[in-house]
Protein backbone atom coordinates (compact mmCIF):
# COMPACT_ATOMS: atom_id res chain seq x y z
CA UNK A 1 0.00 0.00 0.00
CA UNK A 2 1.55 3.38 -1.07
CA UNK A 3 1.97 5.85 1.33
CA UNK A 4 -1.20 8.40 -0.15
CA UNK A 5 -3.52 5.64 0.34
CA UNK A 6 -2.42 4.91 3.98
CA UNK A 7 -2.86 8.57 4.83
CA UNK A 8 -6.52 8.91 2.40
CA UNK A 9 -7.60 5.37 5.22
CA UNK A 10 -6.74 7.80 8.16
CA UNK A 11 -8.18 10.23 7.20
CA UNK A 12 -11.58 8.02 6.47
CA UNK A 13 -11.64 7.03 9.75
CA UNK A 14 -10.52 9.92 11.58
CA UNK A 15 -13.90 11.50 9.70
CA UNK A 16 -15.87 8.59 10.86
CA UNK A 17 -14.71 8.21 14.51
CA UNK A 18 -15.69 12.48 14.49
CA UNK A 19 -19.22 11.12 13.12
CA UNK A 20 -19.70 8.56 15.20
CA UNK A 21 -18.99 11.13 18.43
CA UNK A 22 -21.36 13.47 17.19
CA UNK A 23 -24.16 11.22 17.07
CA UNK A 24 -23.78 9.94 20.42
CA UNK A 25 -24.42 13.28 21.53
CA UNK A 26 -27.99 14.24 22.45
CA UNK A 27 -29.50 17.13 21.43
CA UNK A 28 -31.30 19.53 24.47
CA UNK A 29 -34.84 18.08 23.21
CA UNK A 30 -33.37 14.43 22.99
CA UNK A 31 -31.48 14.61 26.70
CA UNK A 32 -35.02 16.24 28.26
CA UNK A 33 -37.31 13.43 27.02
CA UNK A 34 -34.44 10.62 27.98
CA UNK A 35 -34.72 12.55 31.77
CA UNK A 36 -38.90 12.12 31.16
CA UNK A 37 -38.83 8.68 30.20
CA UNK A 38 -36.73 7.73 33.30
CA UNK A 39 -38.70 9.69 35.76
CA UNK A 40 -42.20 8.55 34.33
CA UNK A 41 -42.45 5.64 35.99
CA UNK A 42 -41.90 6.81 39.73
CA UNK A 43 -43.83 10.10 38.69
CA UNK A 44 -46.62 8.31 37.33
CA UNK A 45 -47.16 5.98 40.50
CA UNK A 46 -46.90 9.14 42.91
CA UNK A 47 -49.62 10.99 40.85
CA UNK A 48 -52.25 7.93 40.65
CA UNK A 49 -54.20 7.69 44.05
CA UNK A 50 -56.76 5.03 44.40
CA UNK A 51 -59.57 6.80 46.44
CA UNK A 52 -60.81 3.61 47.31
CA UNK A 53 -57.43 2.24 49.05
CA UNK A 54 -57.71 5.15 51.87
CA UNK A 55 -56.39 4.17 54.94
CA UNK A 56 -59.93 3.91 57.13
CA UNK A 57 -63.35 3.80 56.75
CA UNK A 58 -64.12 7.63 56.95
CA UNK A 59 -66.07 7.89 60.70
CA UNK A 60 -69.96 7.59 60.63
CA UNK A 61 -72.33 10.68 61.24
CA UNK A 62 -73.96 11.42 64.31
CA UNK A 63 -77.19 10.04 63.09
CA UNK A 64 -75.90 6.24 62.48
CA UNK A 65 -74.55 6.50 66.01
CA UNK A 66 -77.28 7.22 67.72
CA UNK A 67 -79.12 4.37 66.04
CA UNK A 68 -76.42 2.18 67.30
CA UNK A 69 -77.24 3.17 70.88
CA UNK A 70 -74.24 5.84 71.32
CA UNK A 71 -74.88 9.26 73.02
CA UNK A 72 -73.70 11.06 69.72
CA UNK A 73 -75.97 14.13 70.88
CA UNK A 74 -74.35 15.30 73.60
CA UNK A 75 -70.63 14.24 73.29
CA UNK A 76 -69.92 12.98 69.47
CA UNK A 77 -66.48 12.57 70.75
CA UNK A 78 -67.02 10.00 73.12
CA UNK A 79 -69.45 8.53 70.87
CA UNK A 80 -67.17 7.80 68.69
CA UNK A 81 -64.63 6.60 71.04
CA UNK A 82 -67.16 3.98 72.22
CA UNK A 83 -68.19 3.32 68.79
CA UNK A 84 -64.80 2.15 68.08
CA UNK A 85 -64.50 -0.28 70.59
CA UNK A 86 -67.78 -1.91 69.70
CA UNK A 87 -68.25 -5.18 67.53
CA UNK A 88 -70.43 -3.15 64.66
CA UNK A 89 -66.92 -0.71 64.44
CA UNK A 90 -64.86 -4.12 64.01
CA UNK A 91 -67.43 -5.53 61.99
CA UNK A 92 -67.28 -2.92 59.29
CA UNK A 93 -63.79 -2.63 59.49
CA UNK A 94 -63.19 -5.87 58.61
CA UNK A 95 -65.62 -5.53 55.84
CA UNK A 96 -63.25 -2.83 54.46
CA UNK A 97 -59.68 -4.65 54.67
CA UNK A 98 -61.53 -7.22 52.91
CA UNK A 99 -62.42 -5.16 49.89
CA UNK A 100 -59.42 -3.20 49.72
CA UNK A 101 -57.54 -6.47 49.76
CA UNK A 102 -60.16 -7.24 46.68
CA UNK A 103 -59.16 -3.85 45.12
CA UNK A 104 -54.81 -4.64 45.49
CA UNK A 105 -55.44 -8.19 44.39
CA UNK A 106 -57.62 -6.79 40.63
CA UNK A 107 -55.53 -7.74 38.12
CA UNK A 108 -58.10 -4.80 35.95
CA UNK A 109 -55.67 -2.66 34.38
CA UNK A 110 -56.21 0.96 34.71
CA UNK A 111 -56.32 3.45 31.71
CA UNK A 112 -55.43 6.95 31.85
CA UNK A 113 -55.41 9.65 29.33
CA UNK A 114 -51.87 11.33 28.90
CA UNK A 115 -51.14 14.54 26.46
CA UNK A 116 -49.91 13.25 23.07
CA UNK A 117 -47.48 15.99 23.02
CA UNK A 118 -45.46 17.98 25.81
CA UNK A 119 -44.77 21.52 24.53
CA UNK A 120 -44.99 24.01 27.63
CA UNK A 121 -43.20 25.35 30.48
CA UNK A 122 -44.02 27.56 33.72
CA UNK A 123 -42.29 30.49 33.24
CA UNK A 124 -41.84 30.59 37.22
CA UNK A 125 -40.47 27.43 37.14
CA UNK A 126 -36.74 29.20 36.67
CA UNK A 127 -37.34 31.04 40.33
CA UNK A 128 -38.93 28.28 41.62
CA UNK A 129 -35.72 25.73 40.95
CA UNK A 130 -33.41 28.21 41.65
CA UNK A 131 -34.98 28.91 45.36
CA UNK A 132 -35.54 25.00 45.97
CA UNK A 133 -31.75 23.95 45.42
CA UNK A 134 -30.78 27.50 46.96
CA UNK A 135 -27.44 25.67 48.28
CA UNK A 136 -26.34 24.55 45.01
CA UNK A 137 -26.32 28.22 43.50
CA UNK A 138 -27.58 27.18 40.63
CA UNK A 139 -27.77 29.28 37.02
CA UNK A 140 -31.04 29.27 34.64
CA UNK A 141 -30.24 30.19 31.48
CA UNK A 142 -33.67 32.06 29.91
CA UNK A 143 -32.14 32.81 27.07
CA UNK A 144 -32.46 28.76 25.45
CA UNK A 145 -36.20 28.50 26.73
CA UNK A 146 -37.69 26.96 23.51
CA UNK A 147 -41.32 28.22 24.87
CA UNK A 148 -42.91 26.55 21.62
CA UNK A 149 -41.29 23.94 20.95
CA UNK A 150 -41.68 20.38 22.64
CA UNK A 151 -41.90 16.67 21.86
CA UNK A 152 -44.56 14.15 20.37
CA UNK A 153 -44.93 11.34 23.33
CA UNK A 154 -43.85 7.18 22.30
CA UNK A 155 -46.33 5.65 24.13
CA UNK A 156 -44.58 2.57 23.74
CA UNK A 157 -41.93 3.94 26.39
CA UNK A 158 -44.69 5.59 28.94
CA UNK A 159 -43.94 2.95 31.73
CA UNK A 160 -45.32 2.62 35.25
CA UNK A 161 -44.38 1.38 38.59
CA UNK A 162 -47.54 0.99 39.30
CA UNK A 163 -48.20 -2.60 36.86
CA UNK A 164 -51.68 -1.84 36.48
CA UNK A 165 -51.65 1.33 34.52
CA UNK A 166 -51.92 1.95 31.00
CA UNK A 167 -51.98 5.56 29.00
CA UNK A 168 -54.14 6.82 26.48
CA UNK A 169 -53.28 9.47 24.05
CA UNK A 170 -55.90 12.19 24.44
CA UNK A 171 -56.74 12.87 21.09
CA UNK A 172 -58.52 9.56 21.18
CA UNK A 173 -60.73 10.72 23.90
CA UNK A 174 -64.22 12.83 23.16
CA UNK A 175 -63.77 16.58 24.30
CA UNK A 176 -65.71 19.01 26.37
CA UNK A 177 -68.40 17.27 29.16
CA UNK A 178 -68.04 13.92 26.93
CA UNK A 179 -65.10 13.16 28.31
CA UNK A 180 -65.73 12.82 31.89
CA UNK A 181 -69.83 11.67 30.62
CA UNK A 182 -69.04 8.95 28.42
CA UNK A 183 -69.01 5.08 29.29
CA UNK A 184 -65.95 3.70 27.44
CA UNK A 185 -65.08 0.03 27.37
CA UNK A 186 -62.11 0.04 29.48
CA UNK A 187 -61.30 0.78 33.23
CA UNK A 188 -60.71 4.57 33.09
CA UNK A 189 -59.36 6.29 36.31
CA UNK A 190 -58.71 9.94 35.09
CA UNK A 191 -56.01 12.38 33.02
CA UNK A 192 -52.84 13.11 33.62
CA UNK A 193 -51.20 16.27 32.45
CA UNK A 194 -47.51 17.90 32.63
CA UNK A 195 -44.94 20.02 31.61
CA UNK A 196 -41.82 20.32 30.14
CA UNK A 197 -38.92 19.83 31.99
CA UNK A 198 -36.48 23.15 32.84
CA UNK A 199 -33.12 22.37 33.77
CA UNK A 200 -30.32 23.93 35.23
CA UNK A 201 -26.79 25.37 33.23
CA UNK A 202 -25.09 22.03 34.39
CA UNK A 203 -28.20 20.17 33.76
CA UNK A 204 -27.95 18.35 37.03
CA UNK A 205 -31.23 20.02 38.47
CA UNK A 206 -34.69 20.08 36.92
CA UNK A 207 -38.48 21.01 37.51
CA UNK A 208 -41.44 19.90 36.07
CA UNK A 209 -45.29 20.49 36.63
CA UNK A 210 -47.67 17.89 36.48
CA UNK A 211 -51.28 17.29 37.32
CA UNK A 212 -54.02 14.36 37.84
CA UNK A 213 -57.90 14.94 37.35
CA UNK A 214 -60.27 12.11 38.22
CA UNK A 215 -63.63 14.25 37.30
CA UNK A 216 -64.72 17.49 36.29
CA UNK A 217 -64.09 19.44 39.68
CA UNK A 218 -62.06 16.49 41.56
CA UNK A 219 -58.06 16.97 40.92
CA UNK A 220 -54.70 18.22 41.80
CA UNK A 221 -51.67 19.21 40.83
CA UNK A 222 -47.87 19.44 41.72
CA UNK A 223 -44.53 21.01 40.88
CA UNK A 224 -41.62 18.60 40.94
CA UNK A 225 -38.30 19.30 41.66
CA UNK A 226 -35.50 16.77 40.14
CA UNK A 227 -32.25 15.80 40.54
CA UNK A 228 -28.87 13.36 39.52
CA UNK A 229 -28.15 11.60 42.43
CA UNK A 230 -24.81 9.90 43.37
CA UNK A 231 -24.98 7.49 40.53
CA UNK A 232 -25.93 9.29 37.85
CA UNK A 233 -29.85 9.01 37.40
CA UNK A 234 -32.66 10.56 37.65
CA UNK A 235 -34.36 10.89 41.45
CA UNK A 236 -37.64 13.03 42.58
CA UNK A 237 -36.28 15.19 45.15
CA UNK A 238 -39.60 16.75 46.51
CA UNK A 239 -43.27 17.25 45.06
CA UNK A 240 -44.82 20.36 46.12
CA UNK A 241 -48.44 21.04 45.54
CA UNK A 242 -50.01 23.85 43.58
CA UNK A 243 -53.41 23.81 43.13
CA UNK A 244 -56.34 21.42 44.03
CA UNK A 245 -60.34 21.10 43.07
Not at 31 to 44: I, M, T
Not at 163 to 186: G, H, I, N, V
Request: charged residues 30%; negative net charge; contains cysteine.
Amino acid sequence: MTKPSQILILIMVSFTLINCEQKTELTELEFEQKVFYELFPELSDKMYNDIRLIPTPPPPSPNYLTEKGFDAENDYNKALDDWEKSDDYRNRLNDWKKRRDSIITDTTLIYISFPDSINQFEREDMHELINHFNDQKLVVDSKDFELNSGFKVDFDNLKSDNKKLRFKPLSEFPERREFWTTKYDFNFRGSMSITRILFDKTKSFGVLNTGFVKGRLNGSGCRVFIRKDENGNWVIDKIKGTWIS
